[in-house]
């Protein structure tokens, strides 16, 4: 039986936890939290299984080495010492990301191309030709991480990033990360146990996830390539009885997922994304202004969208349209659980409802707020003068 090693995942701010039990979930040993990452162990086919399965990880790093450094040659001595041609062969292709937090190194792209220069350098003393540089599709894509004078070097077993699912080939002016939106419907606990609807749905980022996690569909199921496929080890079979199992475990799903926007061309956007992920059966789409728009059925729902921040989206009076959703939550969602992420906290004081929760999350450099809010049947007899 194959040993375990130790891999790290990385993360959203916010998301750790949710990425951690995610882990443990899927079979993962010895997690632990860190920021912005969980490190963990398993063996090659729970690699697979960790690119292919996790809803919030960015990506699963496979570290190979670690030592100290101090100086630039220091980085590009051991680095050079490294036996790379286990990894790749020199007619292959690499790229190098780098990742540093250190007083000694501050250019992260000059400690990549003192790595990549290492790696080549090695090749072409031991085989007289060198790997060449691709940075879109690599043979192998090599993470280096220094902490301070700690130096971490790591394959990447996910190649692009896993956020990048597959299906996401129309995309609207700010259209919100799919591991944001997997980790936002996790964060709020819904899983399947009721209808789910995005009001403000754009290209349909949040339905899409929504409808794989209610039927527990792997989030990386259309992904074009992970970057362990290219690596000298890769064990066809065991990706395929990984892949086979996960699929075994789909499950139906027997509420409603409903999907609208006012704009007519992000719609159309949303529903060839959600076409491309074969998840149309799923997710109901109207064209409709939320503003206009009360709650059709009687039964219990969870709402969540990611509404317009006044930043690359504009609008003219941002606090008005915030009062609107709150309005608009108040008299027509009675037995609603409503979810939003937005950057602009002063126009969320304009809501006018108090939310039950708050969680801190970034919206790619913006620093935001993930809200609840809950919608009791009562909340309809507040009076007219909540709403002038």
Known sequence: MEQNFKMVAKTLYGLEEVLAQELRKLGASNVEIGVRMVSFEGDTGFMYKANLCCRTAIKILKPITGFNVFTEDDIYNKVKAIPWEKYMESKGSLAVDATVHSKEFTHSQYIALKTKDAI???????????????????????????????????????????????????????????????????????????????????????????????????????????????????????????????????????????????????LSKAKQNVKNANLDEFITFEQADFFETKKESERS?????????DERLSIDNIEHFYSQIGNTLKRGYPDTQAWMITSNLEALKSVGLRPSRK??????QLESKFVRYDIYEGSKKASKNDYD
């Open 120 to 266: 080549v350098d090695r090749f072409r003393e031991k085989e007289g030709v060198r790997p060449d540089v691709d940075l879109d599709h690599p043979t192998l894509r090599i993470n280096i991480h220094i902490d301070r004078n700690i130096c971490t070097i790591s394959l990447d077993s996910s190649g692009s990033s896993l956020h990048k699912r597959g299906y996401k080939t129309e995309a609207t002016l700010a259209p919100i990360n799919e591991v944001l939106a997997a980790g936002m419907i996790m964060l709020s606990g819904w899983s399947g146990q009721c209808d789910f609807m995005d009001p403000m749905c754009g290209s349909g980022t949040i339905v899409a996830e929504a409808a794989m996690i209610a039927c527990n569909i792997p989030p990386n199921l259309n992904k074009d390539e992970f970057g362990f496929e290219t690596w000298l080890d890769f064990d066809v079979e065991l990706y395929e009885l990984i892949e086979n199992a996960a699929l075994k475990k789909i499950k139906d799903y027997h509420f409603k997922i409903y999907a609208s926007d006012k704009d007519g061309v992000a």
């Open 359 to 364: 969680v801190k999350l970034f919206n790619a």
């Open 301 to 309: 729902l969870y709402m969540m969208f990611n509404p317009p921040y």
